[in-house]
C-alpha cells in the first residue's frame, strides 16, 4: 500500500526536476561564466560598477522603467476604477480593452507603433495635416517611443493588481464619506487610494519589474539610440562576445530584481493582490 504522503511526493517530483533543469542549472552556468570569463574573479562585476558605458545604460535602464512605471500604474488606476466602479457597459467595454492586448504578440505591437509614429508614420502626417507641425517629430528611435511602447504593454500588469484591491474596498464606505459631504477629489485622496495602496504599490513593483527586463520594443523603437539591459546583455553576447560582462550583469539585475520581490513580499501579503 502506497502512503498518502509517498504518493504526494511522486506527484510532486516532477517539479522540482523541471525547475532544476530548465533554471538552477541554467543560472549556475551565468553565475560561474561571470567569475571565469575571461579569466578567474570579479573583474566582470568591477566593470560593471566602474565602466562608464555600462553605468550609462544601467541608469538609462532606471530612468526608462521609472518613467514607464509611474505612467503605466497612473493610466492602470484609472482604467481599474472604471472597471470596478463603473456602469455595466464600460466594465465590458474595458475587460475587452485589457485582456484582447495579451493575445496579441509584443513585437507586433512594437511594430505597430513604430508605424504610427516613425517620421512618415499615421501621428506626423495626421498633425501636419492638421497645419500643427511644419516637419515631422522624432517620436521613435529615441527614450520618448520606448516608453510609449513599454507603457502600452504593461498597463495591464498594472490594472489586475490595483482592480483586485479596488475591489475589497466596501462601496458604502465611498457613499457613507460622499453622505458626510465629502466631494470625488477628497474621497480619493483620503479614501479610495489609501485603501487600495496595496495594490498600487504591488501593481508598480510588477510592473517595474517587467521594465527592466524589456528587450524587444526598446531594440525596435529604441531604434539602438536607448539601449537598455536586455538588449546590451543580447549585444555583448552574440555581437562582442563578452559572455562574462554580460553574465556579471544578468547576475546584478537578477539579484536587484529580487531584492524588489524581497521587498514586495515584505510590504503587503500576496494573496491581497490575488483578492482573497
Not at 255 to 265: D, E, Y
Request: charged share 10%; proline share 5%.
Amino acid at each position: 500500500m502506497v502512503w498518502p504522503s509517498r504518493v504526494y511526493w511522486i506527484l510532486l517530483a516532477p517539479l522540482p526536476l523541471f525547475l532544476a533543469v530548465t533554471y538552477v542549472m541554467p543560472f549556475l552556468m551565468v553565475a560561474g561564466w561571470s567569475v571565469t570569463d575571461p579569466q578567474p574573479g570579479f573583474a566582470q562585476y568591477g566593470r560593471v560598477l566602474g565602466d562608464p558605458t555600462v553605468l550609462g545604460v544601467l541608469l538609462r535602464t532606471m530612468r526608462i522603467g521609472i518613467v514607464a512605471t509611474a505612467v503605466s500604474v497612473t493610466l492602470g488606476y484609472a482604467v481599474a476604477y472604471n472597471w470596478v466602479f463603473g456602469p455595466l457597459w464600460r466594465q465590458r467595454l474595458i475587460e475587452y480593452c485589457v485582456l484582447i492586448p495579451f493575445w496579441i504578440s509584443v513585437l507586433i505591437r512594437a511594430f505597430g507603433w513604430l508605424i504610427l509614429l516613425r517620421s512618415n508614420g499615421l501621428v506626423n502626417e495626421g498633425l501636419a495635416d492638421l497645419g500643427l507641425i511644419d516637419e515631422p517629430l522624432a517620436l521613435v528611435r529615441n527614450e520618448f517611443g520606448t516608453i510609449i511602447g513599454m507603457v502600452h504593454f504593461l498597463i495591464p500588469f498594472a490594472v489586475f493588481p490595483i482592480a483586485s484591491a479596488l475591489r475589497q474596498i466596501d462601496v458604502r464606505i465611498l457613499q457613507a464619506a460622499s453622505g458626510l459631504g465629502a466631494g470625488r477629489m477628497r474621497i480619493f485622496w483620503q479614501v479610495t487610494l489609501p485603501m487600495a495602496m496595496t495594490g498600487v504599490v504591488g501593481a508598480a513593483i510588477i510592473v517595474f519589474v517587467f521594465a527592466l527586463g524589456f528587450f524587444i520594443t526598446p531594440a525596435i523603437l529604441g531604434g539602438g539610440r536607448s539601449v537598455m539591459v536586455a538588449e546590451f546583455i543580447y549585444l555583448q553576447l552574440f555581437q562582442t562576445v563578452n559572455w562574462g560582462l554580460a553574465a556579471a550583469m544578468s547576475m546584478v539585475l537578477l539579484i536587484f530584481i529580487s531584492v524588489l520581490g524581497l521587498g514586495l513580499r515584505k510590504a503587503m501579503r500576496i494573496d491581497k493582490l490575488v483578492g482573497r
